[in-house]
T-cell receptor
Framework: QKEVEQNSGPLSVPEGAIASLNCTYS??????FFWYRQYSGKSPELIMS????GDKEDGRFTAQLNKASQYVSLLIRDSQPSDSATYLC?????????????FGQGTTLQVKP | GAGVSQTPSNKVTEKGKYVELRCDPI?????LYWYRQSLGQGPEFLIY????????DSGLPNDRFFAVRPEGSVSTLKIQRTERGDSAVYLC???????????FGPGTRLLVL
């Protein structure tokens, strides 16, 4: 079992729809969770971070965390073609003395005009 | 301010050669990370520096890989006797401390022929 799992996709949604991206993780001690967006040929760019159970909203993006289910998700409202990218879920295993991130393989999102 | 910079942006080398990849973190960031990303995969952790010391090198795949950060700023990732399997994008990230948001550089694309 991978430490951080994502469906590789592609996930295809029409412009204006809600895109829902999901991620599960295996280490119950994980404390910090991040969503990065990566355009083709570019480096990862932070979209959202979340540390507590519940929802965190920032503009069109909402991150949801459920530690009991070891599940974190990212919702993108009013999806735009410019949102087409690979979305990487990353987890920091806070129980260790390192800030290293464990990444999932990423979900490719395609937003069709 | 300036972001994380990496040089070279691309490196082509022959199997068996030695390469050095350089990372210049955001000014004032004490934590520096190296990751490696293969096509279709998420970044894979290699090593984490806190200041000048390697706080976690558990991700280095073997003893051909070595990294230094002698003055607590610029870091160099060194790969000896390169193999074709080393071909990947090598990403550097920095954060203000060891547990805060990591900002990624543009990466170095390494191709071993």
């Amino acid at each position: 079992q991978k430490e951080v799992e994502q469906n590789s996709g592609p996930l295809s949604v029409p412009e204006g729809a809600i895109a829902s991206l999901n991620c599960t993780y295996s280490d119950r001690g994980s404390q910090s969770f991040f969503w990065y967006r990566q355009y083709s040929g570019k480096s990862p760019e932070l979209i959202m971070s979340i540390y507590s159970n519940g929802d965190k909203e920032d503009g069109r993006f909402t991150a949801q965390l459920n530690k009991a289910s070891q599940y974190v998700s990212l919702l993108i409202r009013d999806s735009q073609p410019s949102d087409s990218a690979t979305y990487l879920c990353a987890v920091n295993k806070g129980s260790s003395n390192t800030g290293k991130l464990i990444f999932g393989q990423g979900t490719t999102l395609q937003v069709k005009p | 301010g300036a972001g994380v910079s990496q040089t070279p942006s691309n490196k082509v080398t022959e199997k068996g050669k030695y390469v050095e990849l350089r990372c210049d973190p955001i000014s004032g960031h004490t934590a520096l990370y190296w990751y490696r990303q293969s096509l279709g995969q998420g970044p894979e952790f290699l090593i984490y520096f806190q200041g000048t010391g390697a706080a976690d090198d558990s991700g280095l795949p073997n003893d051909r890989f070595f990294a230094v950060r002698p003055e607590g700023s610029v870091s160099t990732l060194k790969i000896q006797r390169t193999e074709r399997g080393d071909s990947a994008v090598y990403l550097c990230a920095s954060s203000r401390t060891g547990r805060e948001t990591q900002y990624f550089g543009p990466g170095t694309r390494l191709l071993v022929l």
